[in-house]
């Protein structure tokens, strides 16, 4: 590994995950575990579009929506296998955490907890619940580009008719 190394991880419960390898972290060689940075995890998705069915992959957050934390630990036995990451994708891994991440920080500025008493009356209540959605629904706008790649994707995931599903390729393979 060179100081940092973004790997592709293939783990015993069956999820794939990218992630960080720092060698300065992980010098023990007889160590049982491996000490990664910034995980997401992988998985690719099957799209219906006009033009026939097509393959996707998507990176989310493994972890980080139950913690804090950037940092992980992971038990080598639980690694089934482990590679450097393709130049495509460590370019995409790295946009994504920056996307992320930039998201985190706005939304971290944006939000303001305030701890109420127990004397909150239901409108009060009501009020800070509408606050919350909002400030959910500008962390999801920011997190597809100011909404313009979610408008892109309700366009292709509109429902295709029968005469639309007709016209779709298909594989003459047998099975």
Not at 9 to 27: A, F, Q, R
Not at 57 to 80: A, G
Not at 115 to 136: C, I
Request: net charge negative; with cysteine; aromatic share 6%.
């Amino acid at each position: 590994m060179n100081e940092t190394t973004t790997k592709v991880i293939k783990l015993s419960n069956g999820e794939d995950i990218v992630c960080t390898c720092m060698e300065s972290h992980n010098t023990d060689k007889n160590s049982n575990k491996l000490f990664i940075i910034s995980p997401l995890k992988m998985e690719i998705r099957n799209k219906v579009t006009k033009k026939g069915v097509v393959e996707a992959l998507t990176l989310s957050r493994w972890l980080q929506p139950f913690t804090q934390e950037n940092d992980f630990e992971i038990e080598k036995s639980n690694i089934v296998t482990m590679s450097d990451a393709s130049y495509a994708l460590q370019n995409y891994y790295k946009f994504m955490v920056d996307t992320i991440g930039n998201a985190d920080s706005t939304l971290a500025e944006d939000v303001r907890i305030q701890n109420y008493g127990q004397d909150v009356s239901d409108e009060e209540h009501e009020m800070a619940n509408e606050e919350v959605r909002e400030l959910f629904n500008q962390y999801v706008e920011k997190l597809t580009e100011s909404g313009r790649q979610s408008k892109l994707i309700e366009e292709e995931d509109k429902e295709l008719t029968d005469e639309e599903l007709d016209t779709l390729p298909c594989s003459d393979t047998k099975h």
